[in-house]
T-cell receptor, first 111, second 114 residues
């Protein structure tokens, strides 16, 4: 079955710096790759997603890139702010409906 | 806005008890999921259901079963709770279409088995 590896497990940056989180997946049939943000004590919420027919997608300060050949995708956050501090999860969908998640990255943005 | 409601926020049970975790969604979603969240392990899929009375095992189904008698409700059952099932349990739902769609999560149930 699909396996998703996420790195790093923790990431600490200064406010204003960029943060990059990387994920690799194993099933070449996966075609949907969402990213979720989970603040302390709250539910995971979708922040951005990308489908396999697109190489890059941006939404203000966040962007996601996808390399289908290498089977990896990344989340980029620019101009980080303290409110970006949270746990971020990547996921891959090997077929319609099913989502397999990575292990999560705890991002700390220091003011 | 999609609402996924889990019946309990915190639950404490004893080893060997039968435990029911309930989840209800109000958006007529076909897909419903149960995940378990543990530090360093991310969100691991226990079971999911793509229609009433339909279910499919996820990556860690051992020790769990599920029930989906109505479209809006998906129950996770621990037949005989064990201490290694102490965890945060997250329910989610999504729309079924030609393509995968985002999951909408509940607030989670933190289960402690003593």
């Amino acid at each position: 079955g699909e396996n998703v590896e996420q790195h790093p497990s923790t990431l600490s940056v200064q406010e204003g710096d960029s943060a990059v989180i990387k994920c690799t997946y194993s099933d070449s049939a996966s075609n949907y790759f969402p990213w979720y943000k989970q603040e302390l004590g709250k539910r995971p919420q979708l922040i951005i997603d990308i489908r396999s027919n697109v190489g890059e997608k941006k939404d203000q300060r966040i962007a996601v890139t996808l390399n289908k050949t290498a089977k990896h995708f990344s989340l980029h956050i620019t101009e980080t702010q303290p409110e970006d501090s949270a746990v971020y999860f990547c996921a891959a969908s090997p077929y319609t409906g099913k989502l397999i998640f990575g292990q999560g990255t705890t991002l700390q943005v220091k003011p | 806005d999609v609402k996924v409601t889990q019946s309990s926020r915190y639950l404490v049970k004893r080893t060997g008890e039968k435990v029911f975790l309930e989840c209800v969604q109000d958006m007529d979603h076909e897909n419903m999921f149960w995940y378990r969240q543990d530090p360093g392990l991310g969100l691991r899929l226990i079971y999911f259901s793509y229609d009433v009375k339909m279910k499919e095992k996820g990556d860690i189904p051992e020790g769990y079963s599920v029930s989906r008698e109505k479209k809006e409700r998906f129950s996770l059952i621990l037949e005989s709770a064990s201490t290694n099932q102490t965890s945060m349990y997250l329910c989610a739902s999504s729309f079924t279409g030609l393509r995968s769609s985002p999951l909408h999560f509940g607030n989670g149930t933190r289960l402690t088995v003593t």
